[in-house]
Nanobody
Framework: QVQLVEFGGGLVQAGGSLRLSCAASGRTFSYYHMGWFRQVPGKEREFVARISWTYDSPYYSDSVKGRFTISRDNAKNTVYLQMNSLKPEDTAVYYC???????????????WGQGTQVTVSS
């Protein structure tokens, strides 16, 4: 079973950039599809981006397409989320997650990190 820890959250001004990292432990990381999600208090967890274990076909929500980039390095057991042109509405706790299937729904993901706070000031 893989375990996940997120890094890189913080406070940034609107228009700025942040890079989130998600470090995985466990030998089977490279066989998991990976996703990033975000959640604000009182709302459901929202899909942000996903990438397959073969690096193919990254997929993004419409709200971040063109601004965020998901990538992974299986040799380093790490998945990244580069966030550019940040907006105040991007403020949330960001989670990485691992799934055996290449899916978008949060309930299809098997393993979750603890989350990292991203705050974008206007």
């Amino acid at each position: 079973q893989v375990q996940l820890v997120e890094f890189g959250g913080g406070l940034v001004q609107a228009g700025g950039s942040l890079r989130l990292s998600c470090a995985a432990s466990g030998r089977t990381f490279s066989y998991y599809h990976m996703g990033w999600f975000r959640q604000v208090p009182g709302k459901e967890r929202e899909f942000v981006a996903r990438i397959s274990w073969t690096y193919d076909s990254p997929y993004y929500s419409d709200s971040v397409k063109g601004r965020f980039t998901i990538s992974r390095d299986n040799a380093k057991n790490t998945v990244y989320l580069q966030m550019n042109s940040l907006k105040p509405e991007d403020t949330a706790v960001y989670y990485c997650a691992a799934a055996k299937s290449y899916v978008t729904a949060p309930n299809r993901y098997d393993v979750w990190g603890q989350g990292t706070q991203v705050t974008v000031s206007s």
